[in-house]
Each structure stands twice: as structure tokens, then as C-alpha cells.
């Protein structure tokens, strides 16, 4: 079996070799070293802990702390290839409650890159997040919630809230909010869409709770945050009426959206599963398979039911998020219950993915797992789940209007790998699970390029998850010297394999790793020519550097980064020879 190799990572302390450091990528993706989370308040008062699963795809493990700030609590684990490592939280020190200003974030740094999930597991309302890291926050979020439910208690029916979370990364943030609905938040009654300004330092943490629906409210910071959305406790379809559970997701910035989607229906369900469209921009048109198109606004959002046995195509003309919604197990008599996930864009599809399954409570001995794949019908052979090709009896669904295909899957509990044996062959992963009553549900993983930002032509470095051409597209190409893509262009924005034991690959893999580090530091030192995309005309410049001088240092870059790591690479494959041998 072909092993990966990790790339070594070696600080450099001159300023003009400072985009040496990113040398070893640090991909735009859920992957991460660094994750500040905290986990929304949960209906249910059973007193679960939240929990953390790690897992990584390093074949020589993860060591992970995670700390409380405000305990001061700090633990470390190992987290290790193909299997899960569970963190139990105090949940006093880690649950937002009310609609307040906290200190309830969790920090978890690695030495190489892990996947992370918040679980948050209570008798008969659980679900989980994917945990997105530090380094794709941004500052522009919209939140998805759904709608409000009534609940019965000692006092008489009460409304169960909306509610979204939001963690400091940097201090000295002022964090703008514009409330979809009427809120209160610290004591202060504001009404719809009249903003108002809270200031966050690292590992500061809010929540703001609604009796209304808060999807839609918009959030801007002066610095990236971290931001969950979701309901206390939600029963979805069948008109507010059934079985119910707490939704959460960790939600991604705005800059990431995309513009095209494919949906899939959920295992078990008979009876339909919602979606919701949130806009970021005003005039936005939405296109939905046999559906009418809808215009919405900056904030606004639809909602449509999707019959089970229909896969519908999404696009937009403006980036968009959109959300998938699991109903009720009243609505069809199944053993599944309400879950929130936030379905990937197409262009933030990845060609791997190592993720993880969640265990639930209520009752565990008739828990399924479940993942629905997306991807185009002619890369659909190179799939391979956990090493193997998939099973003969796959069944593929075609995605009307598309050249997508898509195929549900029952699978074991535990950590599990897809991949495509294609670099650029990329697909969609939605993981899932049910027991009676209660699920979890969130993307397998993601791409988080700005995709949706303004663009800059850049010197294509590979993998890094940057849109280098500005065509919406990411990695793309190979570095094959042959137009892949079909746009005119070659090697443009690539993609490339993983280092493996072969001695010729590994060598290509080196001489990649080295172009990597020129063209990181030319992109650093701006030798090159730029141009805008969309919003504006482009514009061609070129750089202020004069070239004799920027050349120079490039090239003392190159030959600094390349000599290290081809030395350091070296020293890896052949210690990983002898102790493969």
C-alpha cells in the first residue's frame, strides 16, 4: 500500500523569505492545526458532556492540546491515523447559555494537521458539527437556523429558540450584528435589523438567542471569528409536530460561498428533506430543478421541500450558502430525527476526505451510519472507500441537467478515508447518522477558498486551495503540461498527487514541492501580473519591485527553501524506506 510521506515545515527569519514558511502548504481546507470552537446551548439538561472526535490522516499520528481558557483546564492526546480520539468537555466551561456575552471557547492546536468534530450528544437532542480552523474564518457571515417550536412545560407552552454562536480568534475584535428578528441580548431589547457592536478578545465567546427565526441575521467583524447557528431543539416538518432534536453547524464565511450545489436525499427518509438558500447580496437569482427562480435580497433566504427520490441541481449568480435539513421521524414513521448540515458548492469539493462517524445515546444498537457522494459520472470508477473500490451493487442516481451522479451508502461506525485516485477528480462527501431519536449530520469536509472574494492572478502553486487562474475553479489541472480543463490554459491552477514510496514519484513529488516555493515567494514579492475578476474591469500592472532586486531575492528564496527541502524530504523517504522494509 503507497504511504504518505508529511511535508516538513521550517521557520525562516528573514522578512523577504517570510512566504518560505508556507512552503509546506497550509491548505485553505477543515484541516487544521489550530480550531477555536464553543458549542451552542442544548435543549436538554440530562447533563451529557459535549465532546470533541479528532482523527487526522498523518500516518505518524497527531499530538493535539485542547485547553479551556477560562478554567484553565489544558489536556493533550494523541490523535491517530484511521481511528477517533474522543475528548470529553465540562460542559459548564464550554456551553453557551442565553443570549449573552461568555467566555465558553475551547482552543485545540496540533503539530500537523487533524479533523475535528463538536459533538454534543444529550438524550434525544444531539447533532455535530465539522469544526472549520482558524486560518479559513473570515469576517462576513450569514447564519442558517430553522423555524421555531412550541414545547410544553409546567408553565404552559414556551418557543424554544434560534440561536448562533461566535468565538474571538485575535483581540481586540468589535463584532457588528444585524438581527433578523427581535432580540435581546445582555439586557437590551433590539429590533429587527438594528445593529449592534460587541467587542470580543481571544477566546470570547456570545450567543444570541430569538424566540423568532434568526436565519438570515448578518454577523461582520473587524477581525475573523469563529461562527455556529442553529436551535436549542427544532422538530422539523410535519408541521412542528413529532419527534425533535438540537441543530447545529459550524458556518462557513462568506467569502467561500459558492454559486452551484448538488442535492442529495437522505437513507431511511420517505417524506422529503428541506433546503434552505440564504443570500449574501441583493438581487440574487436562484435556479432549483423543478422549481421556479426566486430573487433574493442580501439576508434573505427560501426554503423548498425536496421529494426522496429526487436530486436537484442549485445555482446562483451570486455566492450563496445553502443548508439541508432532516425532518422529523413522524413525517414518514422512521427511526431519524432533525439534523442541520451545511452542503458544500461544488467548486469546494475535495478529492479526499478523512472523517468520522458520531456515536448517539439513546439507543446505540440500532444506530446506521450513512454517506452520500456527488461526482461527475465519468470519474465515478476512481472512488475508493477505506482502500477499496466500491461495492459492485453500487447504485448511482443521475442529478437531472447535470453530468453529476450521486450514490448513498451505509457504512460502520468509526473513521473512514474516500479518495479518488485523480488529484483533480473531485467529489462531495455528506456524512449522516440516526438511532431513535435522535441523528447528527455534517459535510465529510470541504475546500474553503475564497472563491467568493475579489481575485488575483497568481503563479499557480500546487494544492494550495487558491483560485490562481480567477475562473471560480481550484487545483483544478495537473502539472502535466496538458490542458486538462479545456479553457486554453495549461498547468494554470493545479492539482498534485500525494508523495508516495516509488522513488520516481517521490523524486516528482520533490521537484513539485521545490516550483511550489518559487512561485510562493514570487506570489509574495508580487512578480507578477494581476487582474481583477467580476466586480470591477480588470486591470493589468505591474509590480512596483523593481525585478533585479525582487528577482535576487526570489532567488536566494528558491535556493533556500529547495535545498531544505529536498534535503529534509530526502531524509524522510529514506527512513520511511527502512522502516517499510
Not at 438581487?283 to 426554503?303: I, S
Not at 435539513?325 to 414513521?333: A, F, I, P
Not at 521537484?511 to 466586480?535: P, Y
Request: with cysteine; proline share 5%.
Amino acid at each position: 500500500m503507497a504511504r504518505r510521506f508529511p511535508v516538513p515545515r521550517f521557520p525562516v527569519p528573514l522578512l523577504a523569505l517570510a512566504a518560505v514558511i508556507t512552503c509546506s502548504l497550509a491548505y485553505r481546507d477543515n484541516q487544521g492545526t489550530e480550531f477555536i470552537l464553543t458549542f451552542p446551548e442544548n435543549f436538554q439538561r440530562q447533563l451529557h458532556n459535549p465532546k470533541l472526535f479528532i482523527t487526522t490522516q498523518s500516518l505518524t499520528g497527531a499530538s493535539v492540546t485542547i485547553s479551556l481558557p477560562s478554567t484553565g483546564f489544558t489536556t493533550g492526546v494523541t490523535a491517530s491515523y484511521g481511528s477517533v480520539t474522543q475528548v470529553e468537555l465540562d460542559r459548564a466551561a464550554v456551553e453557551l447559555r442565553g443570549s449573552q456575552k461568555s467566555d465558553k471557547a475551547v482552543h485545540i492546536t496540533s503539530n500537523v494537521e487533524i479533523v475535528v468534530y463538536g459533538v454534543f450528544a444529550e438524550h434525544a437532542s444531539s447533532d455535530a458539527y465539522l469544526a472549520l480552523p482558524t486560518d479559513v474564518m473570515g469576517m462576513e457571515y450569514y447564519v442558517p437556523c430553522t423555524t421555531i417550536v412550541r414545547n410544553w412545560n409546567e408553565e404552559g407552552f414556551v418557543d424554544i429558540p434560534s440561536e448562533f454562536g461566535i468565538a474571538g480568534i485575535r483581540d481586540g475584535t468589535t463584532v457588528t450584528i444585524y438581527p433578523s428578528q427581535t432580540v435581546t441580548f445582555d439586557g437590551q431589547n433590539y429590533a429587527q435589523g438594528q445593529p449592534f457592536t460587541v467587542q470580543l478578545n481571544r477566546f470570547e465567546t456570545l450567543q444570541v438567542q430569538s424566540t423568532e427565526d434568526l436565519t438570515g441575521s448578518r454577523i461582520t467583524a473587524t477581525q475573523p471569528v469563529s461562527v455556529l447557528s442553529g436551535n436549542l431543539f427544532a422538530v422539523i416538518g410535519n408541521g412542528q409536530s413529532g419527534t425533535g432534536d438540537h441543530v447545529v453547524e459550524m458556518i462557513p464565511p462568506v467569502d467561500t460561498w459558492g454559486k452551484e450545489f448538488v442535492t442529495t436525499p437522505l437513507t431511511k427518509h420517505t417524506g422529503g428533506d428541506l433546503f434552505r438558500v440564504v443570500a449574501a447580496r441583493d438581487f440574487t437569482q436562484v435556479v432549483v430543478t423543478n422549481e421556479n427562480t426566486m430573487t433574493l435580497n442580501a439576508g434573505e433566504w427560501w426554503e423548498f421541500d425536496v421529494p426522496s427520490n429526487e436530486y436537484r441541481h442549485v445555482t446562483s449568480n451570486e455566492p450563496v450558502l445553502l443548508v439541508q435539513y432532516s425532518k422529523t421521524g413522524k413525517v414518514d414513521n422512521t427511526e431519524t430525527d432533525p439534523f442541520m448540515m451545511v452542503i458544500p458548492p461544488v467548486a469546494q469539493f475535495e478529492s479526499e476526505y478523512t472523517f468520522a462517524t458520531v456515536d448517539l445515546i439513546a439507543d446505540p444498537t440500532i444506530s446506521t451510519h450513512h454517506v452520500n457522494l456527488v461526482i461527475r459520472a465519468a470519474d465515478k470508477a476512481g472512488l475508493r472507500l477505506d482502500g477499496k473500490v466500491l461495492p459492485g451493487n453500487t447504485v448511482w442516481h443521475a442529478v437531472p441537467g447535470t453530468n453529476y451522479e450521486a450514490t448513498l451508502l451505509t457504512i460502520s461506525g468509526g473513521t473512514h478515508r474516500v479518495v479518488h485516485i485523480s488529484p483533480i477528480a473531485t467529489f462531495g462527501l455528506f456524512s449522516y447518522g440516526y438511532t431513535q431519536p435522535e441523528s447528527y449530520g455534517y459535510p465529510g469536509g470541504l475546500r474553503l477558498a475564497q472563491i467568493a472574494a475579489f481575485c488575483s492572478v497568481t503563479n499557480p502553486v500546487a494544492n494550495d486551495r487558491v483560485d490562481n487562474d480567477c475562473d471560480g475553479r481550484v487545483d483544478e489541472e495537473l502539472p502535466n503540461g496538458v490542458d486538462d480543463d479545456g479553457d486554453g490554459l495549461i498547468d494554470e491552477d493545479i492539482a498534485s498527487g500525494t508523495c508516495y514510496d516509488d522513488r520516481e514519484q517521490y523524486k516528482v513529488c520533490v521537484e513539485q514541492q521545490v516550483q511550489n516555493c518559487k512561485n510562493q515567494v514570487l506570489n509574495t514579492l508580487g512578480v507578477i501580473k494581476r487582474s481583477k475578476r467580476e466586480a470591477q474591469p480588470a486591470v493589468e500592472y505591474e509590480t512596483p519591485i523593481r525585478y533585479s532586486y525582487g528577482n535576487l531575492v526570489a532567488a536566494v528564496g528558491v535556493v533556500a527553501c529547495g535545498s531544505i527541502m529536498v534535503i529534509a524530504m530526502a531524509t524522510i523517504y529514506l527512513k520511511e524506506k527502512r522502516r517499510l522494509q
